[in-house]
């Protein structure tokens, strides 16, 4: 599995978050990239407006691509060092936009995953621009992990939302083929809006049952079938259906079961009328308290 790691830090004790939940996750035989972009120089109070200076730019690229080599060079041999996980790690350091460049490059080289951390940006950057985890989670063609602070140890808990379309069923059993190794327990959710059973309540069919109840009954079938096919991955998988917005369905269960993890689908619209994970999907990557990890199939 190929997957490019982000990688905006120049030092630090510890692996960035992205790539500690990548590894938390155990998925098995990973070819990491692991790529630093240097950005260009913007001067103080005007961030708009790129440095020129050949120098002033010189200096900053080549101090920051050393410093960024030989972090991830430190990375790359704690990769080697923690297990089976990782089959292969290379560095790199690029120059340019980070969003725009981390997306170049995984188009380039038959990336399946994209991990970055929830915030790579200055608060004025972000403000201008986009934070890069933002401009990933929206413009890769790849599946996409926001990497955030884990609040317990041990293996991941996780909370995967789906619309039941058959989009979302194929990027769950792509997931399934990954094989992750690193999951404790699944909390399967599929949320609905109340509106559309109210709409449907006075509904009756030939058998006498309403079509309120038949939706309600179909989404519950479903959201069990998705979680018996998970139970593949982790034995403790049981599945929620929650009147209310997929967003805050969701962020309620990964609050209950303190989750390391939200998975959703990057877009796909089921029977649901109404439900559109696509713009679900980005608000918890953005917002999430937690790690996202967006699929995308690919």
Same mark, same amino acid.
């Not at 002033?56 to 089976?84: C, I, K």
């Not at 995984?106 to 399946?112: E, G, S, V």
């Not at 079961?257 to 089921?270: L, M, Y």
């Given at each position: 599995?190929?997957?490019?790691?982000?990688?905006?830090?120049?030092?630090?004790?510890?692996?960035? &978050?992205?790539? &500690?939940?990548?590894?938390?996750?155990?998925?098995?035989?990973?070819?990491?990239?692991?790529?630093?972009?240097?950005?260009?120089?913007?001067?103080?109070?005007?961030?708009?407006?790129?440095?020129?200076?050949?120098?002033?730019?010189?200096?900053?690229?080549?101090?920051?691509?050393?410093?960024?080599?030989?972090?991830?060079?430190?990375?790359?041999?704690?990769?080697?060092?923690?297990?089976?996980?990782?089959?292969?790690?290379?560095?790199?350091?690029?120059?340019?936009?980070?969003?725009?460049?981390?997306?170049?490059?995984?188009?380039?080289?038959?990336? &399946?995953?994209?991990?970055?951390?929830?915030?790579?940006?200055?608060?004025?950057?972000?403000?201008?621009?986009?934070?890069?985890?933002?401009?990933?989670?929206?413009?890769?063609?790849?599946?996409?992990?926001?990497?955030?602070?884990?609040?317990?140890?041990?293996?991941?808990?996780?909370?995967?939302?789906?619309?039941?379309?058959?989009?979302?069923?194929?990027?769950?059993?792509?997931?399934?083929?990954?094989?992750?190794?690193?999951?404790?327990?699944?909390?399967?959710?599929?949320?609905?809006?109340?509106?559309?059973?109210?709409?449907?309540?006075?509904?009756?069919?030939?058998?006498?049952?309403?079509?309120?109840?038949?939706?309600?009954?179909?989404?519950?079938?479903?959201?069990?079938?998705?979680?018996?096919?998970?139970?593949?991955?982790?034995?403790?998988?049981?599945?929620?259906?929650?009147?209310?917005?997929?967003?805050?369905?969701?962020?309620?269960?990964?609050?209950?079961?303190?989750?390391?993890?939200?998975?959703?689908?990057?877009?796909?619209?089921?029977?649901?009328?109404?439900?559109?994970?696509?713009?679900?999907?980005?608000?918890?990557?953005?917002?999430?308290?937690?790690? /996202?990890? /967006?699929?995308?199939?690919?």
């Amino acid at each position: 599995m190929n997957v490019l790691v982000g990688i905006a830090e120049t030092s630090g004790a510890e692996p960035p &978050q992205s790539l &500690q939940i990548l590894t938390d996750l155990g998925f098995p035989g990973l070819k990491l990239d692991l790529v630093h972009v240097i950005a260009p120089l913007v001067v103080a109070g005007f961030p708009t407006e790129v440095v020129t200076a050949a120098e002033a730019v010189m200096w900053n690229s080549e101090n920051e691509a050393a410093a960024a080599l030989s972090f991830m060079e430190s990375l790359s041999q704690g990769m080697h060092v923690a297990g089976d996980t990782v089959n292969q790690v290379s560095v790199h350091v690029l120059d340019g936009g980070p969003a725009y460049e981390l997306l170049h490059f995984a188009d380039a080289n038959a990336t &399946q995953l994209v991990a970055v951390c929830a915030s790579t940006n200055s608060p004025i950057e972000a403000l201008l621009t986009g934070s890069v985890a933002r401009n990933v989670t929206n413009n890769a063609h790849q599946s996409v992990l926001i990497g955030r602070p884990r609040q317990h140890s041990g293996k991941l808990r996780i909370v995967l939302g789906t619309d039941h379309s058959d989009y979302a069923n194929t990027c769950i059993e792509q997931f399934i083929g990954w094989s992750p190794r690193g999951i404790e327990s699944i909390s399967v959710v599929t949320a609905y809006e109340d509106t559309l059973l109210r709409s449907r309540a006075a509904d009756i069919g030939v058998s006498g049952i309403s079509a309120a109840d038949a939706v309600r009954d179909a989404i519950s079938v479903r959201t069990t079938s998705v979680a018996k096919r998970l139970k593949l991955i982790s034995p403790k998988t049981h599945a929620s259906v929650i009147v209310g917005s997929p967003a805050s369905a969701i962020r309620q269960v990964a609050e209950e079961t303190n989750a390391d993890v939200i998975i959703v689908c990057a877009k796909g619209h089921s029977m649901l009328e109404r439900l559109t994970l696509g713009s679900t999907s980005l608000s918890l990557a953005i917002d999430s308290p937690c790690s /996202v990890l /967006v699929l995308r199939h690919h």
